[in-house]
């Protein structure tokens, strides 16, 4: 009897019967190094699905201000949208048509003076967005040195600096370093734990490129008085001559202030506010990562930091720190627009902040906890351990949370409060009251766990959790 025997096309073809944890491949994947063979797409599926299923829950993550949940329509566009290049506007110009709509309807929020002509652009995240706004501040007022120069000599040109609170996020710290700016941390004092207008003007002289004012903190979720600090600047000015621009990192409160609180004054309405960024993969409900960087108008983002190139095809200008970059979360963007408009998104940014003050009136009701931020401006909640408390600290909390599978991070204060450790939770849209009532029935399991102990939990060196 004749034996078959089968080529190597057809074993390559019985390979998609074979039980999906039996094939080639499944029993041994190289971590460190590319593999000899190839393998079929759905193993390498499902061995890569079968490793990020250690990673947390996203929804239980209360660590990260990113979001996490979109509408299923979304995660189809998302789909559809995923091969267009944002910088490609000569292939993809219906998706730059749609970028520049999404600028236009932030100046529109932002009150820029002319909102229909603002120069703004996405970009990867609100730190690229910070960058951008920097880069532009130390150009102008490299052009003014210069321009000085001409007049008087020995002006320095070199010397810049930038003056923010000691709460800013690490970007601006990166900036600084990045791009040669002496950076200038107004210090933490006491209960005060972000930048204020009368801790302010020491730091600030003529060679100030601009203050950093945020609206929504990382540390503690508090905005700070953007208008207050614009008037000490007006002042300055008036009886120095010395301008100093204010820059507006609202990566949070941009898409948070004007549907929770319309009436504050914080955005282009103040003349010295020369340029905003915010985050649409936060509060903007976009999953990540774009962001946005708008300002007031043409005169302060200079044109030498403006690049032409053509070779995608027509003239493509850019002033984005990269080059290829998506365009689906620019889609996404505007689909959020269109489908909430002002009223969804005052819904779901107002519910947010309801179910943050839930959580804060149930800590306050806790005696192991002290509340640091209540959830009035941003919706994140800041709690610390009550002084009576010794047996543990904000640090096995947060252990003791995750075995529930709760992030909920625990960090110091910076520099002059480095002494205050607390647990932070930022409430998104998808974290509804249902949960917040699952995380507070886990929290007090955790608590009476650890109350219940004999003694004090042992520690080691805790890491600061923040540094400049």
């Not at 041994?28 to 829950?57: C, F, S, W």
């Not at 007022?141 to 321009?147: D, I, L, P, V």
């Not at 898409?255 to 914080?266: E, I, K, M, N």
């Not at 931020?373 to 610390?384: E, H, I, N, Q």
Request: glycine content about 8%; some cysteine; aromatic content about 10%.
């Amino acid at each position: 009897m004749a034996i078959h025997r089968r080529s190597a096309h057809e074993a390559d073809e019985d390979l998609s019967v074979v039980p999906r944890f039996t094939r080639a491949g499944m029993l041994k994947v190289p971590k460190n190094r590319l593999p000899d063979g190839e393998m079929l797409p759905q193993t390498a599926y499902q061995i890569i699905t079968d490793e990020v299923m250690l990673d947390g829950n996203a929804r239980f993550n209360r660590a990260t201000f990113v979001t996490t949940w979109m509408d299923d329509e979304a995660d189809r566009l998302y789909a559809a949208t995923f091969d267009k290049n944002m910088i490609d506007r000569d292939e993809y110009p219906q998706t730059a048509e749609i970028e520049a709509r999404c600028v236009r309807m932030l100046a529109d929020l932002w009150h820029a003076p002319q909102a229909a002509a603002t120069v703004g652009t996405s970009t990867t995240g609100s730190s690229e967005g910070c960058m951008l706004g920097g880069l532009a501040m130390k150009r102008r007022w490299q052009h003014s040195r210069w321009q000085h120069s001409r007049r008087q000599a020995g002006r320095p040109a070199d010397r810049p600096n930038i003056v923010m609170g000691a709460n800013v996020q690490v970007v601006w710290e990166k900036f600084a370093n990045y791009w040669d700016v002496e950076p200038r941390y107004v210090p933490l004092e006491g209960s005060v734990l972000h930048l204020t207008a009368d801790r302010l003007l020491p730091y600030v002289d003529e060679n100030t490129i601009g203050v950093v004012a945020v609206l929504g903190s990382t540390m503690d979720g508090s905005y700070e008085p953007v208008q207050e600090i614009c008037a000490v600047l007006d002042d300055y000015e008036a009886r120095t001559g010395v301008s100093v621009p204010v820059h507006v990192d609202a990566a949070s409160g941009g898409f948070v202030a004007p549907f929770v609180q319309p009436d504050l004054v914080w955005d282009f309405q103040l003349p010295r506010v020369v340029s905003i960024q915010t985050s649409g993969h936060k509060y903007g409900l976009v999953y990540p990562g774009v962001g946005w960087v708008l300002w007031r108008d043409a005169e302060h983002l200079p044109e030498d930091l403006v690049f032409h190139v053509n070779y995608l095809g027509g003239d493509m200008p850019t002033f984005a720190l990269n080059f290829s970059r998506p365009g689906a979360q620019v889609v996404l963007q505007y689909f959020q627009f269109l489908r909430l408009g002002r009223d969804g998104f005052r819904l779901v940014q107002r519910t947010c902040q309801e179910v943050a003050m839930r959580i804060a009136e149930a800590l306050a009701g806790m005696p192991e906890f002290s509340l640091i931020s209540k959830g009035r401006d941003l919706p994140v909640v800041t709690f610390a351990i009550s002084p009576e408390v010794t047996k543990y600290d904000v640090y096995d909390v947060s252990r003791k949370l995750r075995e529930s599978g709760w992030l909920v991070p625990a960090y110091t204060m910076p520099p002059k409060r480095e002494d205050l450790a607390v647990l932070r939770v930022v409430v998104r849209n998808g974290f509804s009251h249902d949960m917040a009532d699952l995380f507070l029935r886990d929290l007090r399991t955790a608590v009476d766990w650890l109350d219940g102990l004999t003694g004090p939990m042992p520690h080691e060196a805790q890491p600061s959790g923040f540094h400049h």
